[in-house]
């Protein structure tokens, strides 16, 4: 957990609700929080469904890990203090999105289930809906996909630290949505989405 350095700082709350926001933006703001190994395809539903909900004119923003890697968490590693900074860091943006009224669509590998509990943690403190979403594509599926050649360095000695090689991946307990994406389409698993969506009443 990130140490609190500030001080003399007071939190400032703002008079707009959050019931003016949903009425504002016709929608309902959550975190669907897409978690999986490389190559899982977190990031092909997360951009589909987002594509999607604009479409239907829903306010979505899709957050990426390696996107955010090269702006906002430019400065940390992959050992295990710099991922769960990342998550950490993730978590806040998320809620603020969701807070602010968007769905937001975070999809990052996450694999440690402390870090994910604290960002579940995080949303449900402050009231806001969250969602993990497990793509729990199997190991050998994900690695002979291997679309940035990621897991070959690692068989190569070349990346240390890599998620499901030398790196533990710690699967969801309990999540609020499974998609093998190795027996769904990306439309079968954008459709998933949609549909926990509206049966959660957030659109």
């Given at each position: ?68 890697r090269f702006g906002l968490n430019k400065n940390l590693g ?126």
């Open positions: 957990m990130a140490e609190q350095k500030a001080t003399n700082i007071t939190y400032h709350e703002g008079n707009v609700t959050r019931e003016e926001r949903v009425a504002n933006m016709g929608q309902k703001g959550c975190t669907l929080w897409m978690t999986g190994l490389s190559g899982s395809g977190k990031s092909t539903v997360a951009v589909a469904l987002e594509q999607v909900l604009l479409q239907r004119g829903k306010h979505a923003y899709r957050l990426d890990g390696d996107n955010i992959f050992s295990a203090e710099d991922r769960a900074e990342n998550i950490r860091r993730i978590g806040e943006v998320s809620k603020l999105f969701a807070d602010a009224g968007m769905i937001t669509i975070a999809s990052f590998i996450s694999p440690y289930a402390e870090d994910r509990d604290a960002a579940r943690k995080l949303h449900e403190d402050a009231g806001i809906h969250f969602a993990e979403v497990f793509v729990n594509t199997p190991l050998e599926v994900s690695e002979e996909r291997d679309p940035k050649g990621l897991y070959k360095k690692a068989r190569a000695g070349e990346i240390k630290g890599f998620t499901g090689i030398d790196d533990p991946y710690e699967a969801p307990e309990k999540p609020e949505l499974l998609l093998p994406t190795h027996e769904l389409s990306v439309a079968e698993s954008v459709q998933v989405c949609l549909d926990y969506l509206e049966k959660a009443e957030l659109i």
